[in-house]
């Protein structure tokens, strides 16, 4: 894993715990993600985010209200080009 986002910037993603998350990480013989809020990381891989986040909740909503047959199912999908940054 090369990034956490989070907006936990209260107990994760602040200055003074930053850096000793990363050395109990490392004593441990990991290597730390980046911590970092979406913001941080950059517009244009944030926007990629946002939009699989909102195909996984899509998908997660169509499983969870669609019919229980696989046709029933393949009817109610939607196009995977439709989400930036998601490629079928």
């Not at 013989?29 to 195909?55: D, H, Y």
Request: with cysteine.
């Amino acid at each position: 894993m090369d990034y956490l986002l989070t907006w936990n910037l209260k107990h994760i993603n602040n200055a003074q715990t930053k850096g000793k998350i990363v050395a109990v990480v490392e004593s441990q013989g990991f290597e730390c993600p980046v911590l970092c809020s979406p913001e941080e990381l950059g517009a244009e891989i944030w926007s990629k985010t946002l939009s699989l986040l909102r195909f996984v909740v899509f998908a997660m909503n169509m499983l969870k209200h669609t019919a229980t047959t696989s046709n029933a199912f393949a009817k109610r999908c939607v196009n995977l080009n439709e989400f930036p940054g998601v490629k079928s």
